[in-house]
């Protein structure tokens, strides 16, 4: 594996990190905490833009680069509608549909862009999408329990 290859791995490693995590903390009202996650999601932006130009240039499979693409939207569409304009998209299921589906493209970005690379580092990236269902299932349960109180 070359250095963006493992910038790739551990980029998504991150990436699964910082959901899971934001996920707990909203089902257990932790919001300040939260932002913090929005700073780094801003900075993820930094290396998988420093893949996709990286991946041109040495002519990696087009697969890839896609997949680097849908990842870099889905963090450019988070840091602009959570952190420039502030826009409390999650609240309307016309708005929350469609970042649903861009979040699950990116994650699923990762997971095959991770075994595209490597097939062992691929499957640890699947017990990292793995916990963030997990995360999130925690996270609806959780939210639902609070909104029948």
């Not at 551990?10 to 910082?18: Q, R």
């Not at 995590?21 to 932006?45: P, R, S, W, Y």
């Not at 499979?61 to 602009?80: A, D, G, H, S, T």
């Not at 609240?91 to 990116?106: D, F, N, Q, R």
């Amino acid at each position: 594996m070359e250095l963006f290859d493992w910038l790739f791995i551990i980029s998504s490693m991150i990436f699964f990190s910082c959901v899971i995590c934001v996920f707990i903390l909203t089902a257990n009202d932790k919001f300040n905490e939260v932002k913090v996650f929005g700073v780094i999601f801003a900075v993820l932006m930094l290396p998988f833009g420093a893949i996709l130009i990286n991946y041109i240039v040495i002519g990696k499979p087009l697969k890839l680069i896609i997949y680097v693409i849908l990842i870099l939207f889905y963090l450019l569409v988070e840091f602009l509608l959570d952190q420039v304009f502030k826009i409390d998209f999650r609240s309307k299921l016309s708005t929350h549909v469609p970042y649903i589906i861009i979040e699950w493209a990116a994650c699923y970005s990762l997971l095959f862009g991770s075994l595209a690379i490597d097939l062992t580092w691929g499957w640890v990236i699947f017990f990292f999408l793995l916990a963030f269902i997990i995360a999130l299932v925690y996270n609806i349960v959780k939210l639902k329990k609070l909104k029948k109180e």
